[in-house]
């Protein structure tokens, strides 16, 4: 901007405005520590003293009817260890309301998705889109993907493998046949956030996320929630449920795409691309991918493992406009306690 402007104070004397929640999540750091997050915040820019800061003090997202609500949120996101009761004095859990807990995974499976809708998952493709299972972790969040398909019916059930080709200086037919078998191995067994897994299973009716920008423009988006409605060998036919085209059901064919992965130092060992559908199922999603997102009903699965980083407690809950939309699994059965982290740095 400072060169385009030809003016050399700050973004070239232009107004910006940057939005966005200090008690939500922040930015990757890969294998960071809190120090190295805490240092990656906007917090720690040396222009930061230059921005004004603007507080919007109206949630907009939930009912206004729900004043408790609003005001618990507020007291998780800021980590209040005073005038918050169910905060558990002298550590950093807090007691769920028993109307929030879910025993299991299965109670929390028929929770956020009926029976009915997944025996009819076309005409519940709404509801189906509108709930979502958030877990801390990707591996977690892959098994209950699974276990949520299996229970769904499905005219046609595909699997699809990636065609994971080697980039750079070597390519796979120059090596021995062990070290290509576990270069194959290894490159299908590679799976990160931005990137479609190896083995893709899609049924009808399934809800997935789209994970690549296709046409910002026209509300296709990474993050852009869909039903499968057709599976064919070189496409998929989906239904758009979230986002700007939701409103009219719109239905778009798919290819595969391109993904890369490697050559930079947060994605170590080979470095390959993957020819994919752009696609992950999203029954279940990680707590970091449903930020931004506004959900009907939401199921938050702790049971293996915690909320371990800033704000992932806050964000989860914070997808909904009432409290009796959230159900919870706690880390240990019949233990209605939560980790609640919040780096008080990254805070007003
Ligand atoms: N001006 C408004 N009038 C009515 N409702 C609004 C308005 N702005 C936002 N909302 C409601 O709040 C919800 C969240 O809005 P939006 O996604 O823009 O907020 P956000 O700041 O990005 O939220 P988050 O960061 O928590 O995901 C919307 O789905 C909408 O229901």
Redesign the pocket.
């Known amino acids: 901007m400072q060169d385009m402007k030809d003016n050399k104070q700050l973004f070239g004397g232009s107004v910006v405005l940057i ?1 966005g ?1 200090w008690k ?1 999540l922040t930015p990757v750091v890969p294998k960071g520590n809190p120090e190295a997050v805490i240092d990656a915040s906007i917090k720690k820019w040396d222009e930061y003293d230059h921005c004004k800061q603007i507080e919007l003090k109206k949630n ?2 939930v009912n206004e009817d729900e004043i408790d609500f609003i005001q618990e949120l507020k007291h998780i996101g800021n980590g209040d260890t005073e005038g918050y009761s169910n905060y558990i004095k002298g550590t950093d859990y807090i007691k769920v309301d028993e109307e929030n807990i879910a025993k299991n995974a299965l109670d929390l499976m028929n929770f956020c998705y009926e029976p009915q809708w997944l025996a009819e998952p076309e005409k519940y493709a709404k509801e189906l889109c509108g709930s979502a299972i958030l877990c801390p972790t990707n591996t977690v969040v892959k098994r209950l993907n699974q276990k949520v398909l299996n229970n769904l019916s499905g005219r046609q059930q595909k699997t699809f493998f990636a065609r994971n080709t080697p980039l750079g200086d070597q390519p796979l037919n120059a090596l021995t046949d062990n070290e290509t078998e576990y270069s194959i191995e290894a490159m299908e067994k590679i799976e990160t956030a931005g990137m479609p897994p190896h083995e893709l299973n899609l049924k009808n009716g399934a809800i997935v996320m789209l994970i690549k920008n296709i046409s910002v423009n026209t509300g296709l988006c990474n993050g852009t929630r869909m039903q499968i409605t057709e599976i064919f060998d070189d496409c998929i036919k989906c239904k758009v449920l979230s986002g700007s085209r939701s409103d009219n059901s719109d239905e778009i064919f798919l290819p595969r795409c391109k993904f890369e992965y490697g050559g930079t130092p947060s994605e170590p060992g080979i470095h390959f691309s993957r020819c994919q559908f752009p696609v992950k199922l999203s029954f279940a999603m990680s707590i970091n991918k449903s ?4 959900l009907q009903k939401v199921g938050i699965y702790l049971r293996q493992g915690e909320c371990f980083s800033h704000g992932q407690l806050y964000t989860a809950m ?2 909904v406009r009432t409290k009796k939309s959230i159900k919870i699994v706690t880390a240990v059965l019949d233990t209605n306690n939560v980790k609640n982290v919040v780096w008080k740095q990254l805070l007003d």
Not at 291 to 294: D, L, V
């Open positions: 939005g929640d939500q907009m997202r930020q931004g997102q506004t914070s997808r």
